[in-house]
């Protein structure tokens, strides 16, 4: 029962680019980028760029009571992992999703919820919370809504690593597949970060740009916010196959390591190793990949930083590698970023089509890699990475593997 | 403290008509548990500047022993 294959039979994905994975992924093979002004506009905040769910209403997925206790990155998540599993076929109630482990990241919870009883408490200065502060704001709660929406009574629970939130969780959920304790798990991260204190915290950070997000370019300027929720169905290899299930690919490993070192500086070391210990459990050689959806945020520091760590582990064959950061069109939507670009690396498999780094310019000269500016391209896919770099050094990369029957 | 009001809020958390909060209506029949119950004495604090203590939650059943819990808040204060 140890080591079994793991397979990725559903996807779920709603995002600035659509409010479900066909919108998603339309918008990700022509290059769209979701990023633009927000509106309206947070008085006082100078973040003024985002890559919010567009047309999305809350109502119409859900009854006034539920709502009163999700907040909206627990909405975004219910959502997505609805759509996921519809997409596996799994069906409410029957054992398959009963058993069902549900894992579920998040870069910054709930804040909605915690920025509105605290504005009510400090700014207002009521004297009571809302009663339901808690439920709908612990760490935890999109985990237990999912759960509780979708009726899976497996191993549930919630994970933070900032950036990499939706990356641990698909990783715990895979090696909890491998081990055998479980056969299906639900799993990815969700993040709604458009609230004013958040926001004013970011604008304190000076990382995010005025501009757009052009990842790997010399006129890049940071990062740009975006929010969203990605979901994922993982079954084990025997499971999906009895069941005749969809395959999009198999989730081949996932090497995780930490830097140890600074807060927000990413350190080559951590992502080198993370690349490496990626490869080796998914019994890789470098030369097997042929795509590697970047962490890619825009940044000066994060972008020439990747770039050194894939030319290291890549050596020589880094060139023959087509590399793209789908943050510059979903946007940095933080522990969500993470799910999303695995659903998207896992789709460019699928489709055989590699996904651009949108908003592209000039390349930077320390940025030397073929990044597939601004078009998609049509690509036999063998297998494929995602890299995810979190704030606090903490470093999760993904591999993916071509699956045929 | 008028039954209007606390039927008010009593059925924008049950999600019911406000006729349809009667003083002898148990909570549990207009589908409200204890979640539900909390907000319900929240929104009665706030609406009414008062503090409802905690140890008169396990004795509320009815519409009625709500509003008799304010009528003695009431003359308490």
């Known amino acids: 029962m140890t080591n079994r294959r793991v397979m990725i039979t559903g996807l779920g994905a709603i995002s600035g680019l659509g409010l479900d994975l066909t919108g998603f992924w339309d918008a990700l093979k022509s290059g769209r980028s979701a990023i633009k ?4 506009l947070f008085d006082g905040v100078k973040i003024s760029l985002g890559a919010t769910v567009p047309n999305f209403d809350p109502e119409s997925y859900f009854s006034s009571s539920e709502l009163t206790l999700l907040d909206r990155y627990s909405q975004l998540a219910v959502i997505a992992a609805q759509e996921a599993v519809n997409d596996a076929g799994l069906i409410y109630g029957e054992n398959t999703l009963v058993d069902a482990a549900t894992i579920i990241g998040s870069g910054c919870g709930a804040k909605h919820t915690d920025e509105a009883t605290y504005e009510q408490l400090y700014k207002q200065k009521r004297t009571r919370a809302h009663p339901l502060t808690i439920p709908k704001g612990m760490p935890s709660a999109a985990a237990s809504m999912v759960s509780l929406h979708l009726g899976t009574r ?40 458009f609230t004013y204190g958040l926001l004013k ?21 940071g990062l740009v916010l975006g929010e969203g929720a990605g979901m994922l169905v993982l079954e084990s290899e025997e499971h999906a196959r009895d069941r005749s299930a969809k395959i999009y690919a198999e989730l081949a490993g996932g090497g995780m390591t930490s830097d140890a070192g600074h807060i927000t500086r990413p350190n080559i070391l951590g992502i080198t190793n993370a690349m490496e210990k990626a490869l080796h459990h998914a019994n890789l050689y470098p030369d097997d990949i042929d795509y590697i959806n970047a962490h890619g945020t825009g940044t000066i520091i994060n972008d020439a930083t990747e770039t050194e760590a894939i030319n290291r582990v890549f050596g020589t064959y880094a060139k023959d590698l087509a590399v793209s950061s789908t943050k510059s069109m979903h946007g940095h939507a933080l522990g969500a970023s993470s799910a999303l670009e695995l659903i998207a690396t896992a789709l460019a498999i699928h489709h055989k089509t590699i996904p651009p780094t949108a908003n592209f310019t000039v390349a930077d000269e320390v940025c030397d890699l073929d990044y597939v500016p601004n078009g998609s391209r049509q690509q036999e896919i063998r297998a494929a990475m995602s890299n995810s770099f979190a704030f606090g050094g903490l470093n999760a990369v993904i591999a993916l593997k071509q699956y045929a029957w | ?24 209506s148990e909570l549990v029949s207009l589908g409200l548990g204890s ?10 604090e706030e609406a009414f500047d008062i503090e409802i203590p905690n140890e008169v939650i396990p004795s509320i059943v009815t519409v009625d022993d709500i509003l008799g819990k304010l009528e003695n808040l009431n003359s308490a204060a």
């Open chain 1, 37 to 40: 002004p927000l509106d309206p």
């Open chain 1, 154 to 193: 497996g191993p549930a629970f919630g994970l933070a690593s900032a950036c990499a939130s939706g990356s641990h969780a698909i990783i715990q959920g895979m090696t909890m597949i491998q081990s055998g304790m479980i056969d299906v798990a639900l799993v990815g991260a969700s993040d709604a970060p």
């Open chain 1, 201 to 221: 915290s970011w604008d304190a950070l000076r990382v995010a740009s005025d501009d757009t997000c052009r990842p790997f370019c010399e006129n890049r300027s």
């Open chain 2, 1 to 24: 403290m008028s039954l209007e009001i606390v039927a008010e809020i009593i059925a924008k958390t049950a999600n019911c008509k406000i006729e349809d909060v009667k003083p002898e």
């Open chain 2, 35 to 44: 979640l539900d119950t909390i907000t319900i004495l929240f929104e009665l």
